[in-house]
Structure formats: C-alpha cells, structure tokens
C-alpha cells in the first residue's frame, strides 16, 4: 500500500490548497473520508556465508544458463563484494576505477562523502573482466544491453533469477550492503567505524571519526569482508 498511500497524501495535500485559495468548498476534501492501507514492515535480509556460497554458485551459473546477459551476474557480483549502492556499481565509469590503488574514485558522489570507495581483491577480479569486454564505444563499466551505449544496466531480473535459483527467499540488492556489514561486524569482529569506512557511510556527522582512518585499513577491512564473502579467506 506505499504507494497509494503516497498517492493519496499527495491528492489530500493539492485538494487543501484547492481549499484554501476557494478553488473549492472548505472541508470537501474526500481524501480525509478514505482509510489508508497499512503497510507490512519489511524484513532485510542478512545473507550467511553458506547463502552466499548458493548466491555465488547462481550467478556463476547465470552466465551459461540463463536468459540474462553475463554482464549483470558480473556487476552483481562486484555489489556483493564492495557493498557498494546499486547505482554506483550500474553507473560506474571506466575512468573512476583505480586499479593501481584499489578504490573506485567516484566523480560525483551524493551520498559518499568521502568519493571514494576501497576496491577488494575479488571485486577488482570481476571489474578488470568486465572493463575488457565493455564496448570500447562506452565509458561505463557495465553498459546497457540495449540501447544507447552509456545507458545504465537493469540487473533487476538477472538479480531475481540468481536468488531464485540459489533457493533464497525474496530479499533486495540492498541487502548486498547490509550483509556485507553484517559479515564485517558479526562474522569477522571488526570495528563498526572501519566496516562503515569500508563502504562510505550517510551521516554526515561522522565524517570527522571516518576520517582518521586511513585509506590502508579501510581496503584491508574489505579485503577481508570480500574474501570471507567469495570463500577465499
């Protein structure tokens, strides 16, 4: 019911202002007369190791045995082992990935304040394969399979084939980066403030705690998630 409910809010707000400019009678508004939906909270889903093993061992298969093209089990892959938000990874640039160094330096970054994000050993596997088979005409990493050429990869359905086929109950690609901590923090023991460095945080005020940590521990954090994640640890 989110969405109407949110379509409903928005329909309520525009017929009060209707009101109170006379456009129409006080206290017309229908939308006060309508109960709204109730919507169920959602439970995330925190993959173990063993569902990441099932997860990994799809999307391998994926590349052969399904009808997605491989270049979405590859960028999945690399959102399972940065933690990266989706649309980081599906809008990645060639030019923003540093192998030399290991970080992916985003170019625009509205939500990683510090623009840069550490670049794991099996993720940075992944990238150099797919930068090798991208079109030499696209700057993306991984490019739409159709239309224009830096148009952004849908990996909605290539995402919902693997977990399908791993035997996993529904769950987002947002729960990449919540089990990706959750392996950080509960798996390996590591501090809260290095796995949060280790895959660029949202508030703002922590910015000062994140900064004291160097860009060496912030890519062995991930090194370490990544590897425990891709079973090479």
Partial sequence: FGTANRAMQLLSAFWNWCESENILSMNSNPCSKVQRGKTEKKDHKRLTLEEYKRLLDAMDAGFT??????????????????????????????????????????????????????????AAEELRVAIAESPANSERVFPATRGKADSLLDVRKAFAWAVERAGLPKMTRHDFRRSFITVG?????????????????????????????????????????????????
């Fill in 65 to 122: 045995e399904s009808q997605y093209h491989p270049r979405m089990f590859r960028a999945l892959k690399v959102l399972m082992f940065t933690g990266c938000r989706v649309t980081e990874i599906t809008g990645l640039k060639k030019s923003e990935v540093d192998f030399e160094n290991r970080f992916i330096v985003f170019e625009k970054s509205n939500k990683n304040d510090e623009g840069e994000h550490p670049l794991p050993l099996p």
């Fill in 185 to 233: 923090t509960d798996t390996l023991g590591l501090p809260i403030q290095a796995v949060s460095s280790a895959i660029g945080h949202e508030n703002v005020s922590t910015t000062e705690i994140y900064s004291k940590i160097s860009r060496k521990t912030r890519l062995q954090t991930a090194d370490q998630i990544a590897m425990t994640i891709a079973g090479q640890k």
